[in-house]
């Protein structure tokens, strides 16, 4: 089995930062896109980032010139910059990964238990 494991949620006032990281542990050929989705109370969870194996990102409108995301593949780990931090990226952040298997030829989807974000003064 494979287990991501996200760390770095934290309180935050209006315009600082924060690094998530999440680290995927288990019996891993080899990852494919890493991700990272948020959901705020009330709301559907929405795509904030990902980034391909061969590092070609995504970025949700919202989240574009303020959030960069990488990754460690030697580590198999996933990280968010958040800058410039408002009230409205306030969610529980998930990290999400396509995750291929030793002894599999296809990828699994996983997710991590979440760590929350919240941005208030």
């Known amino acids: 089995q494979v287990q991501l494991v996200e760390s770095g949620g934290d309180l935050v006032q209006p315009g600082g930062s924060l690094r998530l990281s999440c680290a995927a542990s288990?019996?891993?050929?080899?990852?494919?896109?890493m991700g990272w989705y948020r959901q705020a109370p009330g709301k559907q969870r929405e795509l904030v980032a990902s980034l391909t194996s061969d590092g070609s990102p995504y970025y949700a409108d919202s989240v574009k010139g303020r959030f960069t995301i990488s990754r460690d593949n030697a580590k198999n780990t996933v990280y968010l910059q958040m800058n410039s931090l408002k009230p409205e990226d306030t969610a529980v952040y998930y990290c999400n990964a396509d995750v291929v298997q030793v002894g599999l030829t296809w990828s699994y989807n996983f997710w991590g238990q979440g760590t929350q974000v919240t941005v208030s003064s």
């Open positions: 288990g019996i891993i050929f080899r990852i494919d896109t």
